[in-house]
């Protein structure tokens, strides 16, 4: 299952009303939660080039593959423009956004930089989904886990790229899930 779908299951299955979305690019998974279920959504997207982090290039630039838990290959773009176009994405995000009014909060800006405009405990769900790269992961799930509710989840994407299911494991252990394609979860009791 994809992690919209996985989200849509869970947000149903717990009766969920409010959830924040860590990178959301052009809202794949936004929209689809906006169509599906009855959530209210807070959206956070620096939608820039990073130019001074070392870990962007090789997510943004190129095509990372991943075999068996190993980055094998980093593959160039083959043609122009395919390297990802942050302002045409953010467009058309917030185009596609404004048809469902105040169900979306748009925050722009890097996630651990916007922190302190989320209340704690606020969050029925938290989808880790920005830069994927050890320990930016790690840090985010910390930091953000404050904002979680007492049975919420943490739920990420790319269990299957090192740097996430590293970072994932330094943080819980073993005491978190894996379903769908590729999708970690683990519940704040
Ligand atoms: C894999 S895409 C998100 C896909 C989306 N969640 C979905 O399910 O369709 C990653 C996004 O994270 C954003 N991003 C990367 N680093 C970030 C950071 N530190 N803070 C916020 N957003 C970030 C990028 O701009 C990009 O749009």
């Not at 717990?14 to 929209?31: A, P, Q």
């Not at 930016?136 to 919420?152: D, Q």
Request: negative net charge.
């Amino acid at each position: 299952m994809d992690r919209y779908r996985v989200i849509e299951k869970f947000a149903k299955d717990n009766k969920w009303t409010h959830g924040l979305e860590l990178g959301v690019w052009v809202g794949v998974t936004t929209f689809w939660l906006m169509k599906n279920t009855t959530l209210n959504m807070t959206c956070v997207d620096a939608w820039e080039v990073q130019e001074d982090n070392p870990e962007y290039d090789w997510q943004y630039n190129k095509k990372p593959v991943f075999k068996n838990g190993e980055l094998v290959e980093l593959q160039e773009f083959k043609h122009e423009g395919q390297a990802w176009n942050h302002s045409a994405n953010e467009k058309r995000f917030r185009e596609d956004a404004e048809q469902w009014g105040e169900r979306i909060q748009i925050l722009k800006g890097r996630s651990l930089n916007v922190l302190d405009k989320i209340p704690d405990g606020s969050m029925d769900f938290i989808f880790h989904d920005s830069d994927h790269s050890y320990p930016f992961v790690m840090n985010e799930i910390k930091a953000y886990w404050p904002k979680l509710k007492r049975g919420g989840y943490a739920i990420g994407d790319d269990h299957n790229w090192t740097p996430v299911r590293k970072s994932v494991e330094e943080v819980f252990g073993t005491d978190y899930k894996i379903t769908g394609k590729g999708v970690w979860y683990a519940i704040k009791y």
